[in-house]
């Protein structure tokens, strides 16, 4: 028998309509769906590996519980209930002892349903879900609802005139949303300006590349700031009605002149000045997210400052064709993530014990509640209120210090679940360390990765194509149909936090059985089911521009604050100042003098999503091996050919990686893949798939200097390093 049944992918984030060939039970190809109407049929290279991702023989189907050591790769299956019930009952012995608090969390990129993690930690009563987030998109996010009270999370590419690609290189990261519109655009006549320490392939089409210096972002943005202001090129009347603290920037960005700004960023005056002119003048024009910005440790918090003033004072936040944040229409109407988060279930007294807040003041509670509480002033579903997951975080390195040193307290159990925190995390050898000291680690993923090697206990995930999914974006409320009931024994992470929830006492606040009932009810306000919006894909928002107009922004003081009264409140930099990185030729020249380039790490490359599809034959068919990417002048300094093993070294580590070599790169400068493990290898230590050969993030340090002071954000770019050829 053979069907053809709806579904998504979700190996990244744009959740692209599938269409599922089944034979006789199994699928058998996975297309794009030309109906959807958002991917409209298109699926990329890594969407297409779907179907050798969902039978590959290596994939988890069952729970298994550690019998072993600790990492010796002993395994013993058991069913569902026995893994949840012991798993649940230690956490309760653990939570008696030492408290709530002792429980940890670590999270990747948005993968998978995650408000259930959140309200799961909520009813549970620990402040300490920590991961990636200080380095991804959160910057971002939290900072513009700190600025403007919502985030950008859809430029409007299409209608643009002019394009700003900062820190982003689309054609890698988002080959079906964003580059497509790019491309497009371009083609229709809008300008590009791509701010890139790379030649990448947008800023071969780009009217304007500023090959800059990596980490020095912030001083090239207030630059652009006082130019636009000294030539007059703001929009007098949105910067007069709808902004607070336009003097004091104009006085904060003085010292930024072009030549100085030059001096600082490698990029030329005259190049830096028509940028600007360009930006500011030709309308309307985005700058849509780029991580380049998010993962340069000390100034990436004040860059999401700089960015989001830049689209004030020129009039490009929410106007057609520029950045836009509102949501309008029956989408702000659905019960949304923030609302499944459960956040006012976690009491006063354990908020306070959240780690690292002491240390950077924006991230946790305390920078959080008063988005909220800023958020409030609006009248509610104008604009998302701001989501914890996204913006109210422990932070990692705390929490691996305090599971290691059992202060502030002992932190003794941990779950992670899509995410692999020895490849994601910095400082690879504290979050080994600190993994290995747990009392109990319980992972849920696809395959046994290197982290989930450690565990007590290891949960099967089912693929996407096995469950359903409400996704919600900035204008597009999506029903993810389930393909497939889930093959073997995995499960969505909501049936693993029900599962924990019921057997811990949190029994009331989960009372949908499954996650689409969920979703049933979240769709209740606008008198529809998960099927009957399946039916209908989902539900496109209506645009509704410059509704601040109407209501405010959602800001202390319903204006957009060039100086920001959160910050301020909270002891941080009110106005943005640039900070020169602390590893860098110009920060410690001692450093300098021993580790010679700039290292950045982490470009994104196809097909390859971070840590995964490392045991995809036909993906490392294209990829075999980690590649770091030189200029030829330097290969040749240092004597080094393509496909050679190198030794990357910072002061941190070491690792190795084969050479690429590309004129596309600075000639000081070193591009290094990240997330590098081998499932081919043994699963267990000391080689650990060999998560400590080639792992990038041996070299990234994330000890508070490195960090940025408002919410700790480490960096995984703007570093320095060696290179030699390998014995
Ligand atoms: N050096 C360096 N480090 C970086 C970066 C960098 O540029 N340079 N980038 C950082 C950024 S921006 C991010 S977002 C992080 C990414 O960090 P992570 O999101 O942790 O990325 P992965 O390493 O791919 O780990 C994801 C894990 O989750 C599993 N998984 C995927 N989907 C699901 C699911 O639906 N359910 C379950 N249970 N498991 C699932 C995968 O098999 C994989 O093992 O890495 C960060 N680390
Ligand atoms: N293929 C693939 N796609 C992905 C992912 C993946 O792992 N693989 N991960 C997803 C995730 S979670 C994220 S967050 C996005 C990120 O996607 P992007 O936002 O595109 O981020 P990156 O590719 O990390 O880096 C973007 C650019 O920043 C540049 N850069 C590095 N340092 C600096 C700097 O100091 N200043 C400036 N101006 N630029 C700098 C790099 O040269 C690079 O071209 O990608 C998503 N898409
Ligand atoms: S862009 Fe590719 S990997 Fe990402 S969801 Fe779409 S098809 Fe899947
Ligand atoms: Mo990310």
């Not at 400052?305 to 229409?329: H, K, Q, W, Y």
């Not at 989960?510 to 989902?538: A, I, R, S």
């Not at 930099?573 to 860098?584: K, T």
């Amino acid at each position: 028998m053979s069907e053809i049944r709806r579904s998504y992918c979700g190996l990244c984030h744009p959740r692209c309509g599938t269409l599922l060939h089944i034979e006789n039970g199994k699928v058998v190809k996975v297309a794009g769906d030309p109906d959807h109407p958002i991917t409209r049929g298109a699926i990329c290279e890594r969407g297409r590996l779907m179907l050798d991702h969902l039978y590959h023989p290596q994939r988890l189907n069952y729970p298994l519980k550690r019998t072993g050591e600790r990492g010796q790769g002993r395994w013993q299956q058991v069913t569902w209930d026995q893994a949840l019930d012991e798993v649940a009952e230690k956490l309760s012995s653990l939570k008696d002892t030492y408290g709530a608090e002792t429980l940890t969390f670590t999270h990747g990129t948005r993968r998978t349903y995650h408000w259930d993690c959140r309200r799961f930690f909520n009813l549970f009563g620990s402040p300490n879900t920590c991961g990636v987030n200080n380095i991804c998109f959160c910057p971002t996010y939290a900072t513009e609802y700190a600025t403007y009270g919502g985030v950008v999370m859809g430029s409007e590419v299409l209608d643009a005139k002019c394009m700003v690609l900062w820190g982003c290189n689309a054609s890698k990261s988002s080959p079906i949303g964003l580059y497509p519109q790019l491309v497009k655009a371009s083609k229709n006549g809008a300008k590009l300006i791509v701010i890139d320490p790379r030649r990448i392939k947008e800023a071969e089409m780009a009217d304007l590349w500023l090959q800059i210096r990596p980490g020095t972002d912030l001083a090239l943005m207030l630059g652009w700031i006082r130019l636009i202001i000294e030539e007059n090129l703001y929009d007098h009347d949105f910067v007069a009605n709808w902004t607070v603290g336009f003097e004091e920037l104009k006085a904060a960005v003085e010292p930024y002149t072009p030549e100085k700004v030059s001096e600082t960023t490698s990029v030329p005056a005259d190049l830096i000045i028509e940028a600007a002119k360009m930006y500011a003048t030709v309308r309307p024009a985005v700058i849509p997210f780029g991580l380049g910005l998010d993962k340069q440790g000390i100034n990436s918090t004040q860059c999401a400052r700089g960015r989001a003033i830049l689209r004030a004072i020129t009039g490009n936040l929410e106007i057609p064709g520029g950045d836009v944040f509102s949501m309008a229409g029956d989408i702000g109407k659905i019960h949304d993530w923030e609302h499944l988060e459960m956040n006012d279930a976690i009491p006063e007294s354990q908020r306070a014990k959240q780690l690292g807040a002491d240390m950077y003041p924006f991230f946790g509670f305390p920078g959080w509640e008063r988005n909220q509480k800023a958020n409030k002033r609006l009248p509610s579903g104008y604009v998302a209120a701001p989501e914890a997951w996204h913006s109210n975080l422990a932070h990692a390195r705390a929490v691996m210090d305090a599971i290691i040193t059992g202060k502030p307290y002992p932190v003794t159990a941990a779950i992670t679940l899509a995410n692999n925190p020895l490849l994601a995390l910095p400082n690879t050898k504290r979050v080994f360390e600190a993994l290995q000291a747990l009392r109990l680690y319980v992972v849920m993923d696809y395959y046994m990765t290197p982290s989930a090697a450690l565990a007590d206990y290891v949960f099967p995930a089912s693929t996407t194509v096995e469950q359903p999914e409400l996704w919600l974006t900035g204008g597009f409320c999506m029903a993810c149909p389930q393909g497939i009931a889930p093959i073997y024994e995995r499960r969505n992470s909501y049936d693993f936090y029900r599962g924990l929830g019921v057997r811990l006492g949190q029994e009331e606040n989960w009372p949908w059985k499954t996650v689409e009932e969920v979703y049933d009810y979240c769709l209740e306000p606008v008198g529809l089911t998960f099927k009957k919006l399946v039916d209908q894909y989902g539900i496109l928002g209506r645009m509704e521009y410059r509704r601040y107009e109407r209501f405010g922004f959602g800001t202390p003081s319903g204006k957009v604050e060039l100086k920001s009264s959160i910050f301020e409140e909270l002891g941080a930099d009110s106005l943005p100042q640039y900070h020169e990185p602390v590893w860098s030729p110009k920060g410690n020249p001692k450093v300098a003098e021993e580790y010679p380039l700039i290292l950045i790490t982490g470009s994104r490359f196809m097909p390859m999503y971070h840590s995964e599809q490392r045991q995809i034959e036909k993906a490392r068919q294209k990829v075999p091996d980690p590649l770091v990417t030189i200029h030829p002048e330097t290969a040749e300094k240092l004597g080094l050919s393509t496909g050679d093993w190198a030794v990357i070294s910072t002061p941190l580590g070491s690792i190795r990686q084969r050479v690429k070599i590309s004129d596309a790169i600075h000639p000081k400068m070193a591009d290094v893949q990240h997330s590098w493990w081998f499932p081919e290898r043994a699963p267990k230590l000391p080689e650990l798939f060999g998560v400590f050969e080639s792992n990038t993030n041996l070299l990234c340090p994330d000890a508070p200097e490195f960090c940025s002071p408002e919410i700790g954000s480490w960096p995984h770019s703007a570093l320095l390093c060696s290179i030699e050829k390998e014995d």
